[in-house]
């Protein structure tokens, strides 16, 4: 067979391992599970949901064959509502207050059903959302991720004049970059963009970074700032080696297969991953599907204490993910100048919870060997803009925030998503920018 043929052969099976984990309901099937649907009265499942989408009124729509009405009840809620039907941990949220709060043995499929109305309306090319009058009033948004596009979103609605500043060369942020490719790619969450452009009105300027002092001269040229930055590089394992070819950092694994032919990405033959969230389980499936024969999660507290979701845990157990628990990394091992494995110590915890302290154990270290090695221990914060403006508080690299504004230390200054939480769910980040955007339309009425 042909070299040629050889890469399309490979293309074809990528393709195939990175398709979305469940299809798309059909009409016939979102009839029959929307009619589960006990359509509580207290709706704990809309109580659930960060961006408090009205769950039984689009279920109940799409059990009347109304799939363009259900969307417009969702999106009027959480604008990015097809990513979130996608990418929402729905198993902790809307699905699992169903199924603690009634008597179904199992819960309605709502993400399911949500994507289903959200593609739907897609398909048609709908939309529903228009500007508001004009109100003459400017915002300046860093960041056009999930809070910043949202907000940006909300802002029209109100008529006010949104000028988007965004580093990288695509909008979406972590939307866009670094969810897992079998949640969905590329070029799904660039069009969950557009929904947010098609509004109008809104000055996306992209590969247009911004300084700290930038920012601190925004609070003078814009009636309002709302700084949505999210986190920057992955945190460092401060030990011997992680700067060894080889080694990568979590987001620079995901962001290669949103960038480029999956046929084309990096992938080692074993792999390990040191990390216990469910950005490191992203990563471990993101590394089975791209052809590694042997993928190992290290994690140095055990099974019990990880952050990863239950359901994160299971999915890495069915792709024949090994788990190291009690495992805390010592040094990199380099061989011929590159990554060749990762020596650990055996912990124990000492105390109880997430307070516990880890403890190692002399001589009871080993060693996991590894052609890639991948840190997944959470981002660092971006301080550089927060300290140009001296104001500005922020505790443990967290912008401090009033929850229900958005608004920060600093007048007309306000900001949300990852910078202000340090790492949350996309649906969080949506909420975020909705509450940011409700406090700078009421900052702007008042003037």
Request: neutral net charge.
């Amino acid at each position: 067979m042909s070299t040629k043929a050889n890469t399309t052969d490979r293309a074809a099976q990528l393709a195939e391992n990175f398709a979305e984990l469940e299809p798309r309901f059909t009409p016939d099937e979102s009839v029959a599970e929307a009619s589960r649907c006990l359509f509580c009265y207290d709706a704990p499942c809309t109580r659930a949901c960060p961006t408090h989408i009205d769950v039984p009124k689009f279920i109940r729509q799409i059990l009347h064959k109304s799939p363009v009405g259900a969307a417009e009840t969702i999106l009027s809620a959480n604008i990015f509502g097809g990513s979130c039907a996608r990418a929402c941990p729905t198993e902790v949220l809307c699905e699992g207050a169903c199924v603690d709060n009634t008597l179904l043995k199992e819960p309605v499929k709502i993400g399911r059903l949500q994507r289903f109305a959200c593609d739907v309306a897609s398909e048609k090319g709908i939309s529903f959302f228009d500007a508001g009058p004009t109100t003459g009033k400017k915002v300046a948004i860093i960041g056009a991720g999930p809070a910043g596009l949202t907000c940006a979103h909300e802002l029209r609605k109100h008529g006010h004049s949104v000028t988007v500043f965004e580093a990288r060369e695509l909008p979406g942020g972590i939307n866009t970059y670094g969810i897992a490719r079998y949640k969905y790619g590329t070029e799904f969450a660039l069009t969950e963009v557009e929904r947010v452009k098609q509004i109008g009105g809104i000055d996306l300027r992209l590969k247009t970074p911004v300084s700290g002092a930038q920012m601190a001269q925004m609070l003078s040229e814009y009636d309002a700032v709302f700084v949505a930055i999210g986190l920057g590089k992955t945190s460092s394992l401060g030990i011997e080696g992680e700067n060894l070819p080889g080694v990568w950092e979590a987001l620079d694994f995901i962001f290669q297969t949103h960038t480029m032919p999956l046929e084309k990405c990096e992938i080692g033959r074993r792999v390990v991953v040191i990390g216990g969230g469910n950005t490191a389980v992203d990563v471990a499936t993101a590394a089975v599907r791209l052809g590694a024969e042997q993928v190992t999660i290290a994690y140095r507290r055990t099974a019990d204490a990880m952050p990863a979701f239950a359901y994160e845990y299971d999915l890495a157990k069915a792709d024949g993910i090994h788990w190291e628990f009690s495992a805390a990394p010592l040094r990199v091992i380099a061989e011929g100048g590159r990554a060749a494995g990762v020596e650990f110590a055996r912990t124990r915890l000492v105390g109880s919870g997430r307070n516990a302290k880890v403890e190692q154990i002399a001589g009871a270290n080993f060693v996991l060997h590894a052609d890639m090695v991948i840190k997944a221990l959470g981002q660092e914060p971006l301080v550089e803009l927060a300290a140009a403006v001296p104001a500005l508080k922020v505790e443990k690299g967290r912008i401090v925030i009033d929850k229900a504004t958005g608004a920060t230390s600093v007048a007309k200054l306000f900001a949300g998503g990852d910078c202000t939480s340090k790492g949350a769910e996309v649906v969080d980040a949506v909420q975020e920018g909705k509450l940011a955007a409700a406090g700078i339309h009421a900052l702007l009425a008042r003037r």
